[in-house]
């Protein structure tokens, strides 16, 4: 009979045992239902699970080769800028939150200190936050008249050949610029350096590429019939496109940004080439990147910025 009483002893003994280890193995808060936090230990992590990767952000400035104008595709008629441009196929290759504010026919004064006059509201750089990413640029053709002259030359070219014909043709009523000088281009670097200090200025952790422009035509000056340039013209425009290439590439090694260069290889593809990447002369973008030509821009750069290491950023959970 005795046996009983140990039994009973026994068993509360365990009873007592298990209910400490329960106790110290699960939270109270399981045990009673209670969702009030526990405050952490003072220099300790409050959560220690990996931080989640967001897409970066990513901000395209520029003039026209960056917001590729064409008869089809615009998606914002003031800039004239189309869904499949560099930036935007960029940002679909690798996933980037992209605000893209390149616009037609702006220049580095546009970018860096007013709102492009019927075009923007405010300058392109203001796009730029401090969580700003990535930053791509493709300008300054514009501030040396680069795409101007050479459209105004050749509408002027076709007109006098179309009054040859009988043919009423109309072009804008404005001379075309002079050649830039060597100072011009002298200048062109320096703003082009200032767009990248203002950048990194407003976003000091992005990653700053420049692209440059594939050329309209090759070294030598090649021309056919859907670029109608005088051989003079061609070697004026050849020159041209050398100078803001060279600042171009300068800006980008003063600045250690990085380059994307679309002119060697774009030698191969001019308007005059059996597979080109930018138009000729016509209508509503003479001279700007077909849709070959936007592929291979958005191709190269990234390319670049895959080969930089650039990755998405990450925050805390």
Same mark, same amino acid.
């Given at each position: 009979?005795?046996?009983?009483?140990?039994l009973?002893?026994v068993?509360?003994?365990?009873?007592?045992?298990?209910?400490?280890?329960?106790?110290?193995l699960? =939270?109270?808060?399981?045990?009673?239902g209670?969702?009030?936090?526990?405050t952490?230990?003072?220099?300790?992590?409050?959560?220690?699970?990996?931080p989640?990767?967001?897409?970066?952000?990513?901000?395209?400035?520029g003039?026209?080769?960056?917001?590729?104008?064409?008869?089809?595709?615009?998606i914002?008629?003031?800039?004239?800028?189309?869904?499949?441009?560099y930036?935007?196929?960029?940002?679909?290759?690798?996933?980037?939150?992209?605000?893209?504010?390149?616009?037609?026919g702006?220049?580095?004064p546009d970018?860096?200190?007013r709102?492009?006059?019927?075009?923007?509201?405010?300058?392109q750089?203001?796009a730029?936050?401090?969580?700003?990413?990535?930053v791509?640029?493709?300008?300054?053709g514009?501030d040396?008249?680069?795409?101007?002259?050479l459209?105004?030359?050749?509408?002027?070219?076709?007109?006098?050949?179309?009054?040859?014909?009988?043919?009423?043709?109309?072009?804008?009523?404005?001379?075309p610029?002079?050649?830039?000088?060597?100072?011009?281009f002298?200048?062109l670097e320096?703003?082009?350096?200032?767009?990248?200090?203002?950048?990194?200025?407003?976003? =000091?952790?992005?990653?700053?590429?420049?692209?440059?422009?594939p050329?309209?035509?090759d070294?030598?000056?090649?021309?056919?019939a859907?670029?109608?340039?005088?051989?003079?013209?061609a070697a004026?425009t050849?020159?041209?496109?050398d100078?803001?290439?060279?600042?171009?590439?300068?800006?980008a090694?003063?600045?250690?940004?990085?380059l994307?260069d679309?002119?060697? =290889?774009g030698?191969?593809?001019?308007?005059?080439?059996a597979?080109?990447?930018?138009?000729g002369?016509?209508?509503?973008?003479?001279?700007?990147?077909?849709?070959?030509g936007r592929?291979?821009?958005a191709?190269?750069t990234?390319?670049?910025?895959?080969?930089?290491g650039?990755?998405?950023?990450?925050t805390?959970?």
């Open positions: 009979m005795m046996r009983r009483p140990f009973a002893a068993a509360t003994t365990i009873v007592i045992v298990m209910s400490a280890l329960v106790a110290t699960v =939270p109270w808060s399981v045990l009673t209670s969702t009030t936090e526990k952490a230990v003072p220099g300790t992590p409050k959560d220690d699970r990996a989640i990767e967001r897409a970066p952000r990513y901000v395209a400035l003039s026209s080769y960056a917001s590729g104008p064409d008869s089809s595709g615009v914002n008629t003031r800039c004239l800028r189309t869904g499949d441009d930036p935007h196929q960029v940002a679909a290759a690798l996933r980037l939150d992209l605000t893209d504010v390149s616009c037609s702006s220049t580095i970018i860096l200190h709102a492009q006059p019927h075009r923007a509201d405010a300058p750089i203001d730029v936050t401090a969580d700003t990413d990535l791509t640029v493709t300008t300054g514009n040396v008249g680069y795409i101007g002259r459209t105004s030359i050749s509408c002027t070219n076709q007109l006098t050949r179309a009054t040859m014909r009988g043919v009423g043709v109309h072009c804008r009523d404005e001379p610029r002079n050649p830039p000088t060597a100072s011009d002298a200048r320096r703003e082009m350096i200032a767009i990248v200090e203002a950048v990194r200025l407003r976003a =000091p952790k992005a990653v700053v590429v420049i692209v440059n422009y050329p309209v035509l070294p030598r000056g090649t021309t056919c859907s670029v109608p340039l005088t051989p003079a013209e004026t050849v020159a041209t496109f100078g803001l290439r060279r600042a171009t590439d300068a800006a090694r003063a600045t250690a940004s990085i994307v679309a002119a060697s =290889p030698a191969d593809h001019t308007a005059c080439s597979s080109p990447w930018v138009y002369y016509r209508l509503p973008a003479p001279y700007h990147p077909n849709a070959d592929r291979a821009m191709r190269l990234t390319d670049a910025i895959a080969a930089s650039f990755s998405a950023p990450t805390p959970r």
